[in-house]
């Protein structure tokens, strides 16, 4: 404001008092008056800055106050207005403020206001001009700009522990193992008691495969950390395919020289120092559900290796198949409607297992359904839905968790064995059509109807589940119905779609009854389902079409002894004693095939034939 403006709102006797010098005076009946904006104007021209500074933000003017502040020189007054500024400043008072701070020099306090902005670019670029490039990269981390942030600390040769050990974390976050490593063991040499960083330097060697290594790192550590970050017995060897949640990783476990899945069920949480307690409280519900079914031993459901609910840190075997997910598509399967009933069958006895005994999967995600060597689809761990709420990437899109989820569960209700039929009815529906929400057939099939009945949207009228595997047990009726069920399906792998259907007809193996069979011995093999015997395709009389074996198999040499031991002792315990009879009769070290996945079958090929 200049001289004439400020005379033109004085009284005529505060002009006066001002032409005699009583600045101070004026001052004060001006703020008497409610005019403190007209009062810092008096006391800025007797330099009064302290008064100044008091009028200027008692009037809200604050960049009228941030310019007193500056040509105070005093810290606390730059603080306290800029304080003000933070709290309620507007943009356009914003914008002019920190072009005022720019213009006198003071990088650091422009920074200040930039981080206000949303500007990390300029706030970096202030903070770095001030001198504070460890904070410039800072603000760029924060925002996002990791990379930027990076070559800052590279470029200004940053060498504090702090800034080492920030350039560890992202360096890492780039997905630069070996840099990572490097600058985490630089940190911790100038500060050895900085457990964060431990832990980075942790990941980042066992990332490189050095276990060892990460073990001695982390020797110091909780038992949880160890577990976690390096379980030590296992290798990383590449990241995986489809994880419930978080990171999946493929390793190789040196204690048994086993293929295994590592799921980091934590891996968005992998910062936390402590783990959240409604964290913990799901992951244990997690691990008390999926233990007690992986404990059935039921060949449908997936082992569980390894489960640290605390440690976030689940370990599987590996599959070599693909996922359900992947089968999914056009034109469907109902040209090998027997195939799908087979895998849908096995899934449901799976999960009949699991029901026997009160529990409930809850979480039937296509993605997550695989396949073994035999090509059998396996269920993933039981309680997954006590996962859900943990991390922000969740497997699978929307559009299969909506499908597979019950309308009572999108009501609140929790998950029971009849939202889990829910989903089953989804899931064959889906690979009979290739695709959700297609039109009902014109004719439809068994398995169009019970598909239908099983998404019925009151639970209490979805089929039993065992008047569904009745169903999905039925004998195939036409051979055509075999047609494109080629023998890599089999094996839990997609189909080249470039073959041609007339070119995959009726690729199992058949076999002729030897006469030794009764036809009431073959009536019930014909009817017996179960996950030890190679399967049955269709039957026409006393030939058989039987389920290929897949690449890897391989049959018992004929002069192994006590091979009945190798079978699981269900194989033979069948509830029919005359088929039973007929099948130990017959039994001979050839009558046993090892699938790639380690697991024992009866090959019917070798029993039927004898």
């Known amino acids: ?33 409610e005019r403190p904006d007209l009062a810092g104007v008096v006391l800025e021209q007797i330099w009064a800055w302290d008064g100044a500074l008091a009028a200027y933000r008692d009037a809200d003017l604050k960049l009228d106050a941030l310019r007193i502040a500056l040509d105070s ?4 007054h730059l603080d306290a207005v800029l304080s003000d500024i933070e709290e309620d400043a507007v943009a356009d008072e914003l914008e002019h403020a920190i072009a005022l701070l720019q213009a006198r020099r003071r990088p650091m306090e422009a920074a200040r206001l930039l981080e206000l902005r949303d500007d990390p670019s300029a706030q970096a670029r202030a903070l770095e001009r001030g001198g504070d490039a460890l904070g410039a990269a800072r603000a760029l981390a924060e925002a996002g700009e990791v990379k930027e942030a990076l070559d800052l600390i590279t470029h200004h040769e940053l060498h504090s522990h702090a800034a080492l050990a920030l350039a560890a974390t992202l360096a890492w976050e780039l997905g630069d193992a070996e840099g990572s490593a490097r600058h985490a063991q630089a940190a911790l040499r100038l500060q050895e008691d900085d457990d964060e960083t431990r832990d980075q330097l942790g990941r980042a060697l066992t990332a490189l495969g050095h276990d060892l290594a990460a073990q001695m790192v982390l020797r110091d550590q909780p038992a949880q950390n160890v577990d976690a970050v390096s379980p030590g017995r296992y290798r990383v060897t590449g990241l995986g395919g489809t994880g419930i949640v978080g990171g999946t990783y493929l390793a190789l476990d040196r204690a048994t020289h086993e293929e295994v899945e590592l799921h980091l069920l934590l891996a ?39 489960l640290d609910p605390r440690a976030g840190l689940l370990v599987m075997p590996r599959t070599e198949g693909t996922s359900l997910r992947a089968l999914l598509r056009p034109p469907g399967m109902r040209r090998v409607r027997s195939r799908a009933r087979a ?29 073994d060597n035999a090509g059998r689809p396996l269920v993933p761990p039981f309680g997954g839905h006590y996962l859900s709420g943990l ?30 039929l829910f989903a089953v009815g989804v899931l064959l529906q889906w690979l009979l059509d290739g695709e959700l929400r297609a039109a009902p057939p014109e004719d439809p099939t068994p398995e169009d109807r019970i598909a239908r009945a099983l998404q019925s949207p009151d639970p209490e009228d979805r089929p039993r589940a065992e008047d569904a595997l009745r169903v999905l047990r039925r004998q195939v009726a036409d051979v055509h119905e075999l047609g494109g069920a080629s ?32 036809d009431a011995e073959l009536d019930a093999l014909s009817q017996h389902v179960f996950p030890w015997l190679q399967p049955i395709l269709d039957r026409e009389g006393r030939r058989f079409t039987l389920a290929p074996w897949p690449e890897g198999c391989a049959a018992l040499r004929e002069d192994v002894t006590s091979f009945e031991t190798l079978l699981d002792a269900r194989a033979l315990a069948l509830s029919t004693p005359g088929l039973e009879a007929a099948i130990r009769d017959r039994l001979r070290p050839q009558s046993l095939v090892r699938t790639p996945s380690g697991a024992w079958m009866l090959a019917l090929d070798d029993l039927i034939a004898r």
């Open 1 to 33: 404001m200049n001289e004439r403006a400020l005379q033109a709102q004085l009284t005529e006797a505060e002009r006066a008092q001002l032409a005699a010098g009583f600045h101070e005076k004026v001052a004060e009946a001006l703020c008497g008056r």
């Open 268 to 306: 968005e949480h992998a910062d936390a120092r402590e783990l959240d307690a409604d964290v913990a409280v799901q992951l244990d519900r997690f691990a008390a559900v999926a233990q007690a079914a992986a404990g059935l031993g039921h060949p449908a459901i997936r082992p569980i290796l390894r």
């Open 73 to 76: 020189g005093t810290p606390a």
């Open 391 to 420: 991390t922000a990437t969740h497997t699978g899109g929307l559009e299969e968790l909506m499908a597979v989820t019950a309308p009572e569960l999108r009501e609140g209700a929790a998950p029971t064995a009849y939202s889990d």
């Open 343 to 371: 895998w849908i069958a096995f899934l449901l006895e799976g999960l009949m297992a699991g029901h026997a005994r009160g529990l409930v999967h809850g979480w039937l995600l296509p993605s997550l359904i695989t396949f």
């Open 487 to 518: 023998s890599s399906m089999t094996a839990g792998q997609a189909s080249d779609p470039g073959e041609s259907p007339s070119a995959l007809l009726a690729t199992g193996i058949v076999v002729d009854a030897a006469e030794s069979w009764t």
